[in-house]
């Protein structure tokens, strides 16, 4: 069977590609020959052809193709031309749920939906930013009525796409690669990175976005800092929002300048030693459709604090969730002072 995966961004700084990249092995393990279809390819793969549709490199033009994709009825009519040839078309995000919809309608080809949620426009912190998350949500829901197919990563998205959608959709959680995320990985290496010897280590992954809460936890570990005052806080992740993330840097100096780290983005090879380095995995956000730095932390071994939100509840292996930044505190300093011991 020939099969399309599209994605806006094959990247490797986005979760949401690295399940693209593992769907794309196991459907070339299974005989199956896969297409990936991305507006921009960062992320290489042995197991698929990787074809880039382009489109403009500054931020803001970026996000308005992506935005009005719809409109670009010239590299539309092309591209569904390309997909005649193939038996299932998969889509992970808007615009390309576009190229899906019409597939269908035009084509006859089965479409499918892989839901990966989308962040409600209120945890983002400019107009600019909730006006733009607002109307992908809109145009999501838009184009994936009509899907023959709907998997999604967590029952907690599933409920949101059927109560916006009517879609029923099959939970499939996202997969970990056990052979790379497991107990026992040594950390000194990130360790003597950061010159953090022998202090209690608390780690989050993910995009510098204001919807992961960054900002939040930032704030709570200076509460941390209080009761474990050589604790540290690794945040390692590519900074997607770079006013967002100089104010974070700002803020985190006033706060500890020794002891909050900003690793930036981090290669594959160094992330599974990257968790192996922490005593405790942390995260602020109040949203998450799976929470895949969560599960491989879990894989690692890892104890995990977490806000009681979003599919939360359905990753945390162990750990704690929590429902206030005081009660957020008190569990990071219980499960470091543990450590310690």
Not at 96 to 117: E, I, M, N, Q, W
């Amino acid at each position: 069977m020939k099969i399309a995966l599209l994605t806006p961004f094959f990247s490797p700084h986005n979760g949401i590609d690295r399940v693209v990249e593992r769907q794309a092995r196991d459907l070339t393990e299974l005989g199956h020959a896969v297409t990936i279809y991305c507006f921009r390819a960062k992320l290489r793969t042995s197991s698929a052809t990787v074809v880039e549709i382009g489109s403009p490199t500054p931020l803001l033009l970026d996000r308005l193709y992506r935005l009005f994709f719809f409109l670009n009825r010239r590299t539309i009519k092309r591209l569904l031309q390309e997909l005649r040839g193939f038996d299932r078309i998969v889509c992970h995000h808007y615009p390309l749920t576009v190229l899906g919809r019409l597939a269908k309608k035009r084509l006859g080809k089965t479409y499918v939906y892989y839901d990966h949620g989308i962040a409600p426009a209120k945890l983002f912190s400019s107009i600019v930013e909730k006006t733009y998350q607002a109307l992908v949500r809109r145009l999501t829901i838009k184009t994936v009525r009509n899907a023959d197919e709907a998997i999604s990563v967590s029952s907690f998205l599933s409920g949101i796409l059927a109560a916006e959608t009517g879609l029923k959709s099959l939970v499939e959680y996202n997969k970990i690669d056990g052979s790379r995320f497991k107990k026992g990985i040594p950390g000194g290496a990130i360790r003597a990175r950061y010159r953090f010897g022998q202090d209690p280590v608390c780690l989050f992954v993910g995009r510098v976005s204001p919807h992961k809460g960054v900002h939040r936890l930032i704030e709570i570990f200076g509460g941390v800092l209080r009761e474990v005052p050589d604790a540290k806080l690794l945040i390692a992740g590519a900074e997607t929002f770079p006013r967002y993330a100089r104010k974070l840097r700002r803020r985190a100096r006033s706060i500890g300048p020794r002891a909050i780290v900003f690793a930036g983005f981090v290669p594959d090879d160094d992330l599974p030693l990257t968790y192996g380095a922490a005593d405790l995995y942390v995260t602020a956000s109040l949203w998450e459709g799976f929470d895949l730095p969560m599960a491989e932390a879990a894989a690692c071994g890892k104890p995990a604090v977490a806000f009681d939100a979003g599919a939360h509840r359905e990753v945390m292996r162990e750990g704690r969730l929590v429902d206030t930044d005081g009660k957020f505190a008190a569990a990071v300093v219980a499960y470091l002072r543990d450590a310690r011991r």
